[in-house]
C-alpha cells in the first residue's frame, strides 16, 4: 500500500489540481455549466479509480455523481459522501493566486475548494484506488459526491428518500471536517444545525433625500441595527423568548472531557488580529464555537454604498442572519421564533418581511460505536497517535437526514486545519493533509472490517 502511495503522489496531486480549476460554485446561475463538467470529471475520476456503475444522477438543481464496487453483499458498505461544490470565490482582489488557479505555496496547495471539499473528498477516491490496485477491498464501498452542499443541498434529500435501497450502508464515512493539528489529530462528534433567514425592513415608499426629509421620517437602517443589536443581551445571550428552551445541555464530566483537547487562547487572537474575544459569558471560547448556539449577521446592506458620499434616506434595509443550533433545538421553531420576535420588536415606523433560506438539523455521534472505534483505530495506526474527540461548530446538513431517512450514522473523520481558510479568500489544504488522509481512510476500512466480523462472531 505505501508502496503504491508514494509512487502515485504525483499523479494524485495532479487529478485534484485538475479539479480544482472547474469552478464548481453552486450559489451563482452563472457557473451552472462548471458545476455540471466539475460532477462529470468526478465521474470519470470514480470509474478511473476502478469504481462500477459511476454516474450522474440528475436531481431538480446540481446533479449528483454515484459509483460503487460490491464485492461481497456479507462484507459490511462504507458509503463516502463528499461535496464537488466550492462556496464563491469573492473577493477575487484579496486572493494572492486566482481560486481556480491551484498554486502550490509551503506545501500547501491554495484554490478555492482545496480543502472544502475536493481536496477532502479526493482522498476518498484515491484510497479506494489504492486498495483495489493492492490488497483489494474489504468492505463493499458506494460514493456519492453531491453539487449542492454548499447552498444547502435542497435536492440530496429528495434523491436519498427516494433511492434507500441503492444507498443501503452500514456506514457513512465523511471528510469536510478538522483536526485539531498536524501533530495533534481528532475526530469531530458533533455539528452544528442551522437556520438562515433574510430579513427586509421597509420606510417609506421610496428613497428620500436625507435633508428634506431626515429626522421626520424614520430611517429603515437605521432601524435595522437598532433591531439587530437588540438580538443579544449583556451576557452574549440571544434574547429570542424561547432561543435555548430545549438545548440539551452537557454535563459537567461531558464539558471536562471536551476540555481536554488542546486550546491557545492567546495564539487564536493572534491569528485573528484580535485584541480580544467575547461570547456567551460561562463557556469557553471551543464551547462557544461548538456546543452552544449562535446568532450572526452575514451581510447586511441598504442605501448607498458605491464610491463618494449620496445623501439618502433608503427606501428599505436588508440583512442576512445565521443562527447555529445545537442539539436539541429544531430549525424550523428557532427560524418561527426568529420570525415572530424580529416583526414584534419592529416600531410602527417600518414593515418587516422575513424570509427563511436553508437550515439543517444539528447532529452528534455516538463515541462508543464499532464505527467510531475503527476510525480511531484508524488514525492510531496511521498517525501514531490518539484522535481526541471534539465538537465541531460547523454545519453539514445532509447528515441528520442520512440518519432519519437512511438509519445510518456518519463518521466524521476530515483532515483540515482551522488555517485552511474554508469560505475565505486563499483557502488551502497542507499537502500533508492531502496524503495523511489517503493513508489513513484504508485502516479505516481494514478495522471496520475486522471489528463487524468480530461483532458477527460473538
Ligand atoms: N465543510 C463545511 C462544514 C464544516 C467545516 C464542518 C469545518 C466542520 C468544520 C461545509 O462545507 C459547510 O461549509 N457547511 C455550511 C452549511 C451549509 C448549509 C451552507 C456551513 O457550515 O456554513
Ligand atoms: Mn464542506
Ligand atoms: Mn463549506
Request: proline share 6%; with cysteine; glycine share 8%.
Amino acid at each position: 500500500m505505501n508502496t503504491y502511495l508514494e509512487a502515485n503522489k504525483e499523479r494524485f496531486l495532479n487529478e485534484l489540481l485538475d479539479l480544482l480549476r472547474i469552478p464548481s460554485v453552486s450559489a451563482d446561475p452563472k457557473f451552472a455549466g462548471d458545476v455540471r463538467r466539475c460532477a462529470e470529471a468526478v465521474r470519470e475520476k470514480l470509474t478511473a479509480a476502478g469504481l462500477d456503475r459511476a454516474e450522474l444522477c440528475e436531481t431538480a438543481g446540481h446533479p449528483i455523481v454515484y459509483g460503487e464496487k460490491i464485492i461481497d453483499p456479507n462484507l459490511p458498505t462504507v458509503l463516502v459522501y463528499g461535496h464537488y461544490d466550492v462556496q464563491p470565490a469573492d473577493p477575487y482582489e484579496l486572493w494572492n493566486t486566482p481560486p481556480f488557479e491551484p498554486t502550490i505555496r509551503n506545501e500547501r496547495i491554495y484554490a478555492r475548494g482545496a480543502c472544502d471539499d475536493k481536496g477532502q473528498f479526493y482522498m476518498h477516491v484515491k484510497a479506494i484506488e489504492a486498495m483495489l490496485a493492492t490488497d483489494g477491498l474489504p468492505c463493499n464501498v458506494k460514493v456519492m459526491i453531491e453539487g449542492e452542499e454548499e447552498v444547502g443541498s435542497d435536492h440530496l434529500g429528495t434523491f436519498v428518500a427516494e433511492n434507500r435501497e441503492k444507498l443501503a450502508a452500514d456506514v457513512i464515512l465523511i471528510s469536510d471536517t478538522s483536526i485539531i493539528a498536524n501533530d495533534c489529530p481528532s475526530i469531530e462528534t458533533g455539528l452544528r444545525g442551522l437556520s438562515y433567514v433574510e430579513v427586509e425592513v421597509t420606510g417609506p415608499n421610496r428613497d428620500l433625500h436625507s435633508g428634506v426629509y431626515g429626522g421626520g421620517v424614520e430611517n429603515p437602517v437605521n432601524v435595522l441595527c437598532r433591531m439587530i443589536a437588540s438580538l443579544h443581551d449583556e451576557s452574549g445571550r440571544i434574547t429570542i423568548p424561547g432561543f435555548y428552551d430545549n438545548i440539551i445541555e452537557l454535563s459537567a464530566d461531558e464539558r471536562a472531557e471536551l476540555a481536554k483537547a488542546p486550546f491557545d487562547e492567546q495564539e487564536y487572537m493572534r491569528d485573528l488580529g484580535l485584541k480580544a474575544v467575547k461570547g456567551e459569558a460561562g463557556y469557553t471560547t471551543p464551547e462557544r464555537t461548538s456546543i452552544r448556539p449562535t446568532l450572526d449577521v452575514n451581510g447586511i446592506w441598504g442605501g448607498y454604498t458605491g464610491e463618494g458620499a449620496k445623501t439618502v434616506l433608503p427606501s428599505k434595509a436588508h440583512a442576512k442572519i445565521s443562527m447555529r443550533l445545537v442539539p436539541g433545538q429544531d430549525p424550523d421553531q428557532i427560524t418561527d421564533l426568529f420570525a415572530r420576535h424580529f416583526t414584534s420588536i419592529a416600531p410602527d415606523t417600518v414593515t418587516v418581511q422575513v424570509r427563511p433560506h436553508h437550515g439543517g438539523q444539528p447532529y452528534v455521534t455516538p463515541t462508543d460505536s464499532v464505527e467510531f472505534e475503527a476510525a480511531r483505530r484508524a488514525f492510531r495506526e496511521a498517525w501514531g497517535k490518539e484522535a481526541i474527540p471534539t465538537r465541531g461548530g460547523g454545519s453539514i446538513p445532509i447528515v441528520a437526514l442520512f440518519e432519519k431517512e437512511l438509519g445510518i450514522k456518519s463518521i466524521l473523520m476530515g483532515f483540515g486545519l482551522d488555517i485552511d481558510a474554508l469560505h475565505s479568500p486563499n483557502e488551502s489544504y497542507g499537502l500533508f493533509n492531502f496524503y495523511k488522509g489517503i493513508e489513513t481512510i484504508p485502516f479505516f476500512y481494514k478495522h471496520y472490517a475486522l471489528l463487524k466480523k468480530e461483532e458477527v462472531t460473538a
